[in-house]
T-cell receptor, first 117, second 113 residues
């Protein structure tokens, strides 16, 4: 199974709502990532989790709150978002943490298309 | 991680080889060259990676120059389904920690019928 599953595929939320994006993988990967992608732009890194601990936060506003409850799951909690936060949110996972040989490719989910109204 | 430069767009006739160039003149000795592609509205997909030797898999070939300052991704027989944005990424590997992918602007490849 080389899939990263993201739910929901589409989400429309108001600026006062609280919602969560979910990401799941069963490849035994110990690194998981959240990216944000605006239209016609490349993906931009938001967060990196390594062994279920947050290792990189790219100065993301606190209205985005990541959570890694176990090695297979990654959540992104959303609260009080702005319309400019509307984007495709991508989750990815990879191995490549001290293993030999190093399997380094990242697997991406299909993303959640978020619209903030 | 080293910066990459790619042409913003390219066209290729269906059935012909698509050659996508990438410049990475500041690449370090421990940095690999990775290629990903993103078909419209989908997540990025890994294609291939290499360090200094040429690499080939079922999807593509990767040719890296001897000085490692540039590389070319080759899709040998392009199909309409290969229309996508292709990203060349240079990335160091380190054990014991996650290494994120940093995407540049990429090349929009359009395969024409």
């Amino acid at each position: 199974d080389t899939e990263v599953t993201q739910t929901p595929k589409h989400l429309v939320m108001g600026m006062t709502n609280k919602k969560s994006l979910k990401c799941e993988q069963h490849m035994g990967h110990r690194a998981m990532y959240w990216y944000k992608q605006k239209a016609k732009k490349p993906p931009e890194l938001m967060f990196v989790y390594s062994y279920e601990k947050l290792s990189i936060n790219e100065s993301v506003p606190s209205r985005f709150s990541p959570e890694c409850p176990n090695s297979s799951l990654l959540n992104l909690h959303l609260h009080a978002l702005q319309p400019e936060d509307s984007a495709l949110y991508l989750c990815a996972s990879s191995q490549g943490l001290g293993t030999v040989p190093v399997n380094t490719e990242a697997f991406f989910g299909q993303g959640t298309r978020l619209t903030v109204v | 991680d080293a910066k990459t430069t790619q042409p913003p767009s390219m066209d290729c006739a269906e059935g012909r080889a698509a050659n996508l160039p990438c410049n990475h003149s500041t690449i370090s000795g421990n940095e690999y060259v990775y290629w990903y592609r993103q078909i419209h509205s989908q997540g990025p997909q890994y294609i291939i990676h290499g360090l200094k030797n040429n690499e080939t898999n079922e999807m593509a070939s990767l040719i890296i120059t001897e000085d490692r300052k540039s590389s070319t991704l080759i899709l040998p027989h392009a199909t309409l389904r290969d229309t996508a944005v292709y990203y060349c990424i240079v990335r160091a590997l380190s054990s014991g920690s996650a290494r994120q992918l940093t995407f540049g602007s990429g090349t929009q490849l359009t395969v024409l019928p």
